[in-house]
């Protein structure tokens, strides 16, 4: 590591001990409460948790139904409730068809489905991707690999501090052979934006 780098480093790490010892001063949170939830919440935070909504929609038409109804409870019934988050933040989920094909923004921050899709990429949150997927999905979807057809509708959801937004992709030919657990692992977090769709990797 650089000078420099080791430098700022030392200097973020400075400033988190002194909120973490205005909190503590403050009876708002301890040390060993902070580590606790960071370690709980890593487990938990991963885009296999929407991976798993997204394969019992594909196997469960009715699991389809209450996901596309309300994924908020539809996650809980799988165990991604999304602890932490505030009830006035709503999951929905929206999903693929060979008509439409649906991709997530936020355009004026970076608000994510964290409990369900993981960390964000950093491209998530850049301002080239914020302003030019609204402006022009196809350019984007392109540059990200993804050709959609012509006849295929392209529609943009931008999140906001009330709303999060899962994509449902279709579930690739050949998937219905897989075992669920080989399905979630066919679901990636950019399937969830929607800035990719599953596939199944060809049988050598």
């Known amino acids: 590591m650089s000078g420099s780098g080791h430098h700022r480093n030392a200097e973020l790490q ?12 403050r009876g708002v949170i301890t040390r060993p409460e902070v580590d606790a939830r960071i370690e709980a919440y ?3 935070v991963t885009a296999r948790n929407g991976a798993e909504m997204v394969v019992r929609a594909w196997n469960s038409p009715e699991y389809r139904d209450r996901l ?14 999304g602890s932490g988050y505030s009830s006035d933040i709503r999951l929905h989920a929206v999903a693929n068809t060979p008509d439409v094909h649906h991709v997530v923004v936020c355009t004026l921050c970076s608000c994510y489905p964290l409990a369900w899709l993981g960390p964000p990429p950093a491209w ?12 022009d999905p196809r350019g984007v979807l392109r540059e990200f690999g993804l050709v959609l057809p012509n006849t295929t509708e392209v529609q943009v959801w931008d999140a ?3 709303a999060r937004y899962l994509v449902v992709p279709m579930r690739p030919d050949g998937a219905e052979a897989l075992s669920e657990a080989e399905q979630v692992d066919l679901v990636t977090r950019d399937c969830l934006i929607g800035t990719a769709v599953p596939t199944v990797p060809a049988r050598v």
Not at 124 to 135: D, F, G, H, P
């Open 42 to 44: 890593g487990d938990r």
């Open 14 to 25: 400075a400033r988190v001990n002194r909120l973490l010892d205005l909190a503590e001063a």
């Open 68 to 81: 596309l109804a309300d994924a908020g409870a539809a996650a809980a019934e799988l165990g991604h409730a």
């Open 124 to 135: 998530y949150k850049s301002e080239a991707y914020r302003s030019r997927v609204v402006r």
């Open 160 to 162: 906001s501090a009330e």
